[in-house]
């Protein structure tokens, strides 16, 4: 139980593009979902806390025009970033918090996607 | 406010030896703490939590963590290391009044033959 899957798992887009990347949760309802962002031999990065049916919540620094988030349903969350650029390349990687979950505040987390900007 | 710190960047152990990986944390409020497993170009999965109770959590893999709250510590240990353990570990810190992770830094555990 408790998987979380993302599509799609890498992607390679022009400079000036934009890029959907979705994020579900397959056996379990979430009620909030959210985006990390990684670089190479780092940590995760929180990008934003995502709520069903409300706005997005951004952390400091992070613009919110170009990382779009969308959470329309309780298994469905997409980030799109808007007119990519290069320093746009990461691997991103979201995660589910279940909605009536036994362990406070645990997050399973989906494979990633590697989005590389030419 | 939440933090974590993870001492050791790299971990170089021998196939069969201790594990030791490090974590510190700081916490304004009671502490949920988490440890992840993360293989390359993959996800985070989870190895073990602690959020009440016993002091010493049992994960996956034969992982176990022990949460001293005077030392404000978290460490990760494996009795005897494989080499399927090769991977970034990463600890995590949430709060009872938060849903966010704050995660270290990260610890590259690398076994040798």
């Known amino acids: 139980g408790a998987v979380v899957s993302q599509h799609p798992s890498r992607v390679i887009c022009k400079s000036g593009t934009s890029v959907k990347i979705e994020c579900r949760s397959l056996?379990?309802?979430?009620?909030?979902m959210f985006w990390y962002r990684q670089f190479p031999k780092q940590s995760l990065m929180l990008m934003a806390t995502?709520?069903?049916?409300?706005?997005?919540?951004?952390e400091q620094g992070v613009e919110k025009d170009k990382f779009l988030i969308n959470h329309a349903s309780l298994t469905l969350s997409t980030l799109t970033v808007t007119s990519a650029h290069p320093e746009d390349s990461s691997f991103y990687i979201c995660?589910?918090?279940?909605?009536?979950?036994?362990?406070?505040?645990?997050?399973?987390f989906g494979p990633g996607t590697r989005l590389t900007v030419l | 406010a939440q933090s974590v710190t993870q001492l050791g960047s790299h971990v170089s152990v021998s196939e069969g030896a201790l594990v030791l990986l490090r974590c510190n944390y700081s916490?304004?409020?009671?502490?949920?703490l988490f440890w992840y497993v993360q293989y390359p170009n993959q996800g985070l999965q989870l190895l073990l939590k602690?959020?009440?109770?016993?002091?010493l959590v049992k994960g996956i893999n034969g992982f176990e963590a022990e949460f001293k709250k005077s030392e404000t510590s978290f460490h990760l240990t494996k009795p005897s290391a494989h080499m399927s353990d090769a991977a970034e570990y990463f600890c995590?810190?949430?709060?009872?009044?938060?849903?966010?992770?704050?995660f270290g830094q990260g610890t590259t555990l690398q076994v040798k033959p």
């Open positions: 995660s589910a918090r279940v909605r009536s979950g036994l362990v406070p505040n645990e997050q399973f």
């Open positions: 056996d379990f309802q979430a009620t909030t």
């Open positions: 995502s709520n069903e049916g409300s706005k997005a919540t951004y």
């Open positions: 916490s304004s409020v009671p502490p949920y």
């Open positions: 602690y959020t009440t109770g016993a002091t």
């Open positions: 995590a810190v949430s709060g009872w009044n938060t849903g966010k992770l704050i």
